[in-house]
């Protein structure tokens, strides 16, 4: 009996040790990442000489704070999650009713998207519901249906594009400089937008059709810098570096207007004082009925023969084609329908901002697109959404966290650490659910009916 006893405690204590000596890597690894970005600062003293201020007091608290993260990482956390997907494989034996929120989320995410404006202008008045309309709704909206879209192409059909912004600001020129000289209204634009965007992922289709893996990467990567340095050098027709400004405004189908001086203002004819989050409020509205828009269009066709060729041409090129699968067309349609999307948001971003600019469409741009939809869980569209609330949500919140002056001094800013504790945040999360926060690949067809196989007959050695 002492010996079965014993048993317990002595896994416990092995636990503990390990987790202590996972604490102590990653104070040293914390400890080496940080000693010069954290630890010292240069800085001017009154002589406006170059001086060396050490923080070892700040570099503390960071060490600290990873080593008792990994502490209770590896203690609590990790058992946490196995203990939790044993118990989902045991549950998957039995075929339990998803719970009401589960079945009705789109509706009800749909029903909270609608209502929050108003709820917005509700808590904080009119003017002061214009940073979180605009920041934390129309921003997030943005990139869902840039990820999306791009969902499309890499989570769909397997391509990884770098260069997807390339698509972004084809859409964002062609509104401003079609508006600008021929003084077309938004809602001719956006199509067009579109359209001439996909127009340019079929070009980028072209000369990648037997390209694959990385070298589709980096050919991707090098389309998008060729775009934006087009925008740069072309200053004839793009303007150059100082961007296109005075870019029109979308209206409500041309019967009101956001224009100041316009007489069919939507304040004036209504009657409300003048302010700026009716038109914020009103461009809410566009991008969630265009996210929405871009969520119909991509469940229909992933149920359709295109979609299920392109998930076919993501498991197996080489077996796609010989099921007669012409993988030409069906590379060509991913990228000029991921790429159509990006035009919309493209044209939707230049009618919100009033001016666009190459500083606007860097590599950076994409490359925060791709982690959206990596972090949700590539074919996913509810995990993408959710990585991209996070995602520029968290970043938008971050940048309002003032209240750390008081705590680390005045000399804090934490505009400098906000991209440090989002990568960090990144790769806690890429540890804890590599595949995701809703990682899915199954395929939109199945020969048979599906059935729930039982984890025991899944072991290695029994198929």
Request: proline share 3%; aromatic share 12%; hydrophobic share 55%.
């Amino acid at each position: 009996m002492a010996t079965v006893s014993a048993n317990p405690a002595r896994a416990e204590a092995s636990s503990t040790a390990r987790a202590l000596r996972e604490a102590v890597f990653a104070g040293i690894i914390a400890f080496g990442l940080f000693v010069l970005y954290v630890g010292l600062k240069t800085d001017q003293n009154i002589s406006n000489e170059l001086i060396l201020v050490q923080r070892w007091g700040l570099l503390a608290i960071f060490v600290g704070v990873a080593m008792v993260a990994r502490f209770i990482g590896v203690l609590y956390v990790q058992p946490f999650l196995k203990r939790r997907r044993t118990a989902k494989s045991e549950a998957s034996d039995l075929e339990l009713q998803p719970s009401y929120f589960r079945r009705n989320f789109s509706t009800i995410a749909i029903i909270a998207l609608v209502l929050y404006p108003p709820l917005m202008v509700a808590l904080f008045g009119t003017q002061g519901s214009l940073k979180w309309v605009d920041n934390f709704g129309i921003q997030i909206l943005i990139y869902v249906m840039l990820a999306w879209g791009l969902n499309i192409v890499v989570g769909l059909a397997g391509l990884l594009d770098l260069g997807y912004v390339a698509f972004y600001a084809v859409g964002a020129y062609s509104y401003a400089l079609l508006s600008t000289h021929l003084g077309l209204s938004f809602w001719v634009l956006l199509p067009l937008s579109g359209l001439l965007a996909a127009v340019w992922g079929m070009v980028l289709g072209f000369p990648v059709l037997r390209l694959r893996g990385d070298y589709l990467a980096i050919v991707t990567l090098a389309f998008g810098e060729i775009i934006r340095l087009v925008l740069i050098n072309w200053t004839d027709v793009t303007q150059g570096t100082f961007g296109v400004s005075g870019v029109a405004k979308a209206s409500i189908f041309g019967i009101y207007s956001f224009d100041v001086g316009a007489a069919n203002n939507f304040a004036k004819v209504w009657g409300l004082p003048m302010s700026a989050a009716y038109y914020k409020i009103f461009l809410f509205y566009v991008i969630l009925a265009l996210a929405l828009l871009t969520a119909f269009v991509t469940i229909r066709l992933r149920r359709m023969p295109v979609g299920r060729a392109w998930e076919a041409l993501r498991e197996d090129e080489i077996a796609c084609r010989s099921l007669g699968i012409n993988t030409v067309t069906t590379k060509l349609t991913a990228f000029a329908t991921g790429a159509m999307f990006g035009g919309f948001a493209g044209s939707f971003f230049a009618a919100r901002q009033g001016f666009v600019s190459p500083e606007s469409f860097v590599f950076l741009e994409s490359a925060v697109i791709l982690a959206i939809v990596v972090l949700g869980g590539m074919g996913s569209l509810v995990g993408i959404a959710v990585a991209a609330v996070l995602m520029i949500g968290g970043t938008e919140i971050l940048r309002e966290l003032t209240f750390l002056k008081a705590v680390f001094g005045p000399d804090f800013t934490p505009e400098l650490y906000r991209m440090l504790i989002f990568g960090l945040a990144m790769v806690v999360v890429m540890v804890l659910k590599p595949r995701g926060f809703v990682g899915s690949r199954e395929p939109s067809a199945f020969l048979h009916e599906r059935k729930s196989v039982s984890s025991s007959f899944t072991k290695e050695g029994h198929g």
